[in-house]
């Protein structure tokens, strides 16, 4: 285990004449945050341990509660860990939208199958490498895309064009345009318009070793238990070395930067040697040879780091592998150095005309991801064949389900910047058509955006048929609301209002199918759009050109939408992302969507938003471990929403002397209703079983009508689920409740009786063990269904 046991004599808070320990109830918001005074209920708070980013907070009358333990006979003392800053602090954390692409392809990573023990090891370490290189071909597309605009549209096209450069609010291009001085050779305007995509690759290193530096190189403790000892059949987030990726991370972060670096000095070489063959210069064109030979070098040695190892959860591995960290990306800046210098040598005879060579770049790379999502969904499959989990999403296809819209993602923001790039610098002609002044972006972009519209029709179809289906629901639920509240009068409304909220809450069920219907008409889409701008060579509405007036209008009419689309999202998503950094409000809720996609370590994609977890689950279980160490004392620790995933993270990682004096009380959990569908190999049912059976003491709360909470052990029947609670609590008006109870869903627990009487049974039954000194904990059981997990070393 990863953290230290109790120093000797730890027990000294406890009374020898046999009074009651101090007992402590440990608080964990969930999504969204709350602020410490709204957790315990008094507007006098302190902090007792953690910084401007996550700390622990009392009541002020709390603060010395360990040297009176007489004052708090029979009831524990609250405190509240708040951990929301670590997902919404400052303004510049909005920026983080942008990374939204890599954040899913990350996603895909954790969501794979269970698999069983021992038997698939290489299909696990497959799964990881294919989801490897999925999220570098974003990284690629994005550097690629950041290359079109600045090199394609700018470089070559309009500044090839005096028309265009001279003009207006361009008027600033005009030292790049023919017979403008220095730069207004091809070449030097490439170098020059190279610099924004290599600062771009500057700008993703940047953030991602700044984040680097603050959560996975964080050491864990140390005297930490010898990973050597531990068991083979450990659940995954009990392994030593789970929150601590400072390896991977590195490793990966200087493949990635390399590939951006490499991707741009291909945009620049592949133009450059292709006049000199033409040119017949054999010095220059020897030299065009030897840096593509190079760059074909640069990519080999990235995949092969990007390949060669995954994460290694046995142990907390503090090896750093600096060839790879130092020398891959400065290699690369080398090599794009004298790229740039080849491509500045004077060639007077050169002249941009047409398109850059993107569409085959932008083809191949769209090509790669559709089949890694196929040969990804294959591996999935066969994982999920041999440890079928019928509460995994999509029949174990939940991962390349994500991956897909990982992809789609991609292509929509990268897309969405060249059309509109484009749009402005064509002013009213529509890019790629006769007429227009500019050859326009590479002809699958525009595919990409004519495919559009249909796939948008997708969703609002399912979004209608969940609609009916939820009104079926609700009728039908309606009819027996009443019967319910015994005693109560049948009032129609009320039923309904209630039946409503449950059918909307039911709907949270429906989402893997809706994911699946998506990613499947995206791939289907993607691959006509492919095939239409290789086989047609033109832009859709080009295409379609003398097809008969009903398909030319519909493929012209889906051209222009498409890309229109594509521009207000992507403009849309730049404004959500200013006003998140000018308003702390908006800048919450996007703290919330963090809140989610977050909280698994950045094992796939290094320029993903950071892993808060990586520094709330040591937050949690420094706290449990020091505090019962220190005092002798029992604790709850409780979690709302996606608290509760972080405390059973923290439980899972206690060392067991630590762990048969604590419990876990869970409430609004997605745990199994969303986690353990999503993520079966972490959260399915054996990791949760085995969870149950090292610790005895565990509750779950759930309502009807909450759309993210549901039972967390639906097999174990009452041991830990009690639910579904009662929400509302009173049907009608009565003298107990004289106005109408609200409806609370996912929020408030604590305000129901519920929540005490579990609390203090929890805390009973520590005592009672501690007392009888009979451990809080089934070892037996914890073997046998432990052994699900995959063991150390194979999480690809």
């Given at each position: 285990m990863p953290f230290p046991l109790p120093p000797a004599g730890g027990d000294e808070g406890a009374d020898p004449?046999?009074?009651?320990?101090?007992?402590?109830?440990?608080?964990?918001?969930?999504?969204?945050?709350?602020?410490?005074?709204?957790?315990?209920?008094?507007?006098?708070?302190?902090?007792?341990?953690?910084?401007?980013?996550?700390?622990?907070?009392?009541?002020?009358?709390?603060?010395?509660?360990?040297?009176?333990?007489?004052?708090?006979?029979?009831?524990?003392?609250?405190?509240?860990?708040?951990?929301?800053r670590l997902t919404s602090g400052n303004g510049a954390r909005a920026l983080w939208l942008l990374l939204l692409p890599f954040m899913v392809a990350n996603l895909a990573h954790w969501a794979r199958p269970a698999g069983t023990t021992g038997t698939a090891p290489c299909a696990v370490r497959a799964y990881g490498v294919l989801v490897r290189l999925l999220a570098l071909s974003l990284t690629v597309l994005l550097i690629a895309a950041a290359c079109e605009v600045a090199l394609d549209l700018f470089a070559w096209q309009c500044a090839g064009s005096g028309g265009c450069a001279g003009s207006g609010s361009r008027s600033w291009l005009r030292f790049l345009a023919p017979g403008g001085g220095w730069w207004a050779q091809p070449g030097r305007r490439l170098a020059l318009g190279a610099l924004v995509p290599a600062a771009l690759t500057g700008l993703l290193w940047y953030l991602s070793n700044r984040t680097w530096s603050a959560y996975e190189s964080q050491p864990p403790p140390a005297g930490a238990a010898d990973p050597d000892t531990a068991s083979d059949t450990e659940p995954a987030l009990g392994r030593p070395g789970f929150w601590y990726g400072r390896r991977l991370v590195a490793r990966l972060r200087a493949a990635h930067t390399a590939a951006g670096l490499l991707t741009v000095a291909v945009a620049v070489s592949v133009p450059t040697a292709r006049q000199d063959r033409r040119s017949g210069t054999p010095v220059l064109e020897a030299l065009g040879w030897a840096t593509q030979a190079l760059l074909a070098a640069?990519?080999?040695?990235?995949?092969?780091?990007?390949?060669?190892r995954g994460r290694t959860e046995a142990r907390a591995d503090h090896h750093l592998d600096r060839a790879a960290v130092t020398l891959l990306p400065g290699a690369a800046l080398a090599l794009l150095v004298a790229v740039l210098v080849h491509a500045c040598w004077a060639r007077p005879a050169w002249t941009s005309t047409g398109r850059l060579p993107g569409d085959f770049a932008f083809g191949v790379l769209m090509l790669a991801q559709g089949?890694?999502?196929?040969?990804?969904?294959?591996?999935?499959?066969?994982?999920?064949?041999?440890?079928?989990?019928?509460?995994?999403?999509?029949?174990?296809?939940?991962?390349?389900?994500?991956?897909?819209?990982?992809?789609?993602?991609?292509?929509?923001?990268?897309?969405?910047?060249?059309?509109?790039?484009?749009?402005?610098?064509?002013?009213?002609?529509?890019?790629?058509?006769?007429?227009?002044?500019?050859?326009?972006?590479?002809?699958?972009?525009?595919?990409?955006?004519?495919?559009?519209?249909?796939?948008?029709?997708?969703?609002?179809?399912?979004?209608?048929?969940?609609?009916?289906?939820?009104?079926?629901?609700?009728?039908r639920i309606a009819a027996g609301i009443a019967a319910?509240?015994?005693?109560?009068?049948?009032?129609?409304?009320?039923?309904?209002?209630i039946a409503g909220a449950r059918a909307a809450a039911a709907l949270t069920d429906?989402?893997?199918?809706?994911?699946?219907?998506?990613?499947?008409?995206?791939?289907?889409?993607?691959?006509?759009?492919?095939?239409?701008?290789?086989?047609?060579?033109?832009?859709?509405?080009?295409?379609?050109?003398g097809s008969g007036p009903l398909l030319e209008a519909a493929a012209r009419t889906a051209q222009d939408a498409g890309s229109w689309l594509i521009g207000f999202g992507f403009v849309l998503f730049v404004t959500w992302g200013r006003r998140a950094y000018r308003d702390p409000a908006a800048r919450r809720t996007i703290g919330i969507l963090w809140d989610v996609g977050t909280f698994w370590p950045r094992a796939a994609h290094p320029f993903a938003p950071p892993c808060y977890a990586e520094r709330a689950v040591p937050d949690l279980t420094w706290r449990m471990t020091g505090w019962t160490g220190r005092t002798g004392g029992r604790l709850v620790i409780s979690g709302h929403s996606q608290g509760s995933v972080l405390a059973a993270a923290a439980v899972w990682q206690l060392p067991p002397a630590t762990r048969s004096r604590v419990a876990l009380l869970t409430y609004g959990s997605p745990l199994a209703r969303l986690y353990g569908r999503w993520f079966p190999a972490y959260f399915g049912p054996g990791p949760l079983t085995a969870l149950h059976g090292e610790l005895d003491c565990w509750r779950n709360l759930w309502r009807a009508t909450d759309p993210i909470g549901g039972p967390a052990l639906p097999g174990a029947g009452q041991e830990v689920d009690r639910g579904p609670l009662a929400d509302p609590v009173a049907y009608g008006r009565s003298d107990r409740h004289p106005l109408p109870a609200p409806i609370l869903g996912h929020s408030d627990y604590q305000a129901d009786p519920a929540f005490a009487a579990e609390r203090d049974a929890l805390l009973a039954r520590l005592d009672a063990a501690a007392r009888s000194e009979v451990p809080a904990q089934r070892p037996a059981i914890s073997k046998a269904r432990a052994a699900q997990a995959d063991p150390p070393g194979t999480a690809g």
């Open positions: 004449a046999g009074a009651p320990v101090l007992a402590l109830e440990l608080l964990v918001h969930g999504v969204a945050g709350a602020a410490p005074a709204e957790l315990l209920g008094d507007p006098r708070t302190v902090r007792v341990t953690g910084d401007s980013t996550a700390a622990v907070f009392r009541r002020t009358e709390d603060a010395d509660a360990e040297a009176h333990p007489e004052r708090y006979a029979g009831r524990p003392v609250p405190e509240a860990y708040c951990w929301s640069g990519a080999l040695a990235v995949a092969w780091v990007v390949c060669r089949g890694c999502v196929l040969a990804l969904a294959a591996v999935a499959r066969h994982l999920h064949r041999r440890a079928p989990d019928p509460a995994a999403a999509l029949g174990g296809l939940g991962g390349p389900a994500v991956a897909m819209l990982g992809c789609a993602l991609g292509g929509v923001m990268s897309g969405g910047v060249a059309q509109r790039v484009a749009d402005w610098l064509d002013g009213p002609a529509t890019p790629g058509t006769a007429g227009a002044p500019l050859p326009g972006p590479p002809v699958l972009l525009s595919w990409q955006a004519a495919v559009l519209p249909p796939l948008l029709l997708v969703p609002a179809l399912l979004a209608a048929w969940f609609g009916v289906r939820g009104a079926r629901a609700r009728r319910e509240y015994p005693g109560e009068t049948p009032d129609g409304p009320r039923s309904r209002r429906s989402a893997p199918w809706f994911v699946a219907a998506v990613s499947g008409i995206t791939l289907l889409l993607g691959a006509g759009a492919l095939a239409g701008a290789w086989i047609g060579g033109r832009v859709p509405g080009e295409a379609a050109r």
